[in-house]
């Protein structure tokens, strides 16, 4: 088999290098110059567009690993140029899923298929197995599956992470929600961190010794954790000490965070691990706001070290919820768009390969039901999370006492509470409501909608 590939970026490159290892002939160009500078062993890297195109068999399957929004039109209208009917054109960015609908949508009037994949995984992914969320037509992924197989990661069962979710968008709305959980739970692992060091005031060689059983021993093992304990105790390369140290706070985004956010307020998903965690981002490049509240010397409390299982038991129900959230999300989104509703296949999808790889997936996806919507309401994955609470509970209830940050373990201990009131306070706020703008409200002692005793603007008093 052969495959086009156009963007030799650090993505495009390994996964060049990929397919040439499982025996695919990999002819690539990129619009840029310095990029078509790369070369590689049986990898063909031309200059020429047109000759890519004709230097492969027919029917074609060409990769795009190029940066998300206008690049992608451009490339695909330089390309359909020399493109035929039964030809398939792939996006591996990280686009916008209505850009890949309307994509999908144009190039069908072509003939020309268009799969949208997301893949995770980074550039350690791409090169030796990554995860690939993929949507599209029945007919486009038929025809490419084979290549995409080529450079897909196995689970520890022998399954291929990947998987195609429905027509569309479908494949990269599961790579946003993979990004959005992976901004919550990264940002939780960092105020656990920070708890452990600055709050409890553990040496970095502690923390990584801590974190690295977390990693592999503990409930949330995993990818990201591994990473971390990592991290925790690199030397820095320049200068004596801990290279953290010397790290600049202020953390970037790319945008598939705010997409997440945008689609949860769309669909009237409650995801405030994922929201947090952006917002957590933004203020970190508040530097004016952060200088004059610094100055304020509000002081911070040492924390106990007897706390450090309690930040644990928080950071695991942290990852729950945001999972929770994350494939919450995607059920709706996908039974209003058509697509595969079943969220084990998405907690799957990402057991290799994927940044968000951990043994909780598996533990998720095998207690959820075809039908289920919120993992939450599983009897068995609320009362796991519920046994976790106590602890978590001690742990924020410190940090705040302390005068540290913990948005994320903070808000997605409250999601977790709510869930678990027999009676909220928002009664109060569809009073209000009733109040101030006769919005009405249900009763909990009959049915209909019903109105308070108070009067209203458009009232006559005595009528």
Not at 235 to 243: S, T
Not at 414 to 443: C, I, K, S, W
Request: proline share 3%; glycine share 14%; aromatic share 4%.
């Amino acid at each position: 088999m052969a495959v086009g590939l156009i963007g030799l970026g650090v993505m495009g490159r390994n996964l060049a290098l990929n397919w040439r290892d499982a025996g695919q002939k990999v002819i690539a160009t990129d619009s840029w110059a310095t990029a078509r500078a790369w070369r590689a062993q049986s990898v063909t890297v031309l200059d020429d567009l047109a000759m890519m195109v004709a230097m492969l068999p027919s029917p074609r399957t060409i990769l795009l690993m190029v940066k998300a929004g206008d690049q992608v039109d451009f490339e695909i209208a330089n390309l359909v140029q020399h493109l035929g009917p039964g030809d398939t054109i792939i996006d591996g960015g990280n686009s916008n899923f209505h850009d890949t609908e309307r994509r999908a949508t144009s190039l069908a009037g072509r003939g020309i298929g268009f799969l949208g994949a997301g893949i995770s995984g980074g550039a350690e992914g791409a090169r030796h197995g990554a995860a690939l969320m993929v949507g599209g037509s029945a007919e486009a992924w038929e025809r490419s599956r084979g290549v995409l197989e080529a450079v897909a990661a196995t689970a520890q069962d022998g399954t291929q992470t990947l998987d195609r979710f429905g027509e569309g968008g479908a494949g990269h709305f599961v790579k946003m929600v993979h990004n959005g959980i992976e901004y919550g739970i990264m940002q939780a692992i960092a105020e656990a961190h920070m708890l452990l060091t600055r709050g409890i005031g553990l040496s970095a060689n502690e923390t990584a010794d801590i974190l690295g059983q977390w990693s592999t021993k503990g409930r949330g093992a995993g990818f990201l954790l591994e990473i971390t304990a990592e991290i925790a105790a690199a030397v820095d390369p320049l200068e004596d000490g801990v290279l953290l140290d010397r790290i600049s706070d202020i953390a970037g985004q790319k945008g598939t965070g705010g997409w997440t956010i945008d689609a949860g307020v769309e669909h009237g998903v409650a995801i405030p691990s994922i929201m947090e965690a952006v917002t957590a981002r933004q203020l970190s490049g508040e530097e004016a706001a952060r200088s004059s509240m610094a100055a304020l010397g509000l002081p911070r409390e040492k924390l106990d070290a007897g706390l450090v299982d309690d930040i644990q038991a928080g950071l695991i129900g942290t990852m729950i919820a945001a999972l929770a959230q994350g494939v919450h999300l995607y059920a709706v989104a996908a039974e209003a768009q058509g697509w595969d509703r079943d969220i084990a296949r998405v907690l799957r999808v990402w057991r290799a390969g994927s940044i968000l790889r951990m043994n909780l997936l598996d533990t998720i996806a095998d207690a959820v039901v075809p039908d289920t919507r919120l993992p939450l309401a599983i009897p068995a994955i609320s009362a796991d999370i519920g046994a976790l609470v106590p602890g978590w509970r001690r742990a924020v209830a410190a940090a705040v006492g302390a005068g540290y940050p913990a948005p994320v373990l903070g808000a997605t201990l409250a999601y977790v509470e709510g869930l678990g009131m027999t009676h909220l306070p928002t009664a109060m706020v569809q009073a209000q409501r009733d109040r101030f703008g006769a919005h009405g409200f249900g009763r909990t002692d009959r049915k209909g909608q019903h109105h308070g005793p108070w009067t209203h603007p458009d009232g006559e008093d005595g009528a």
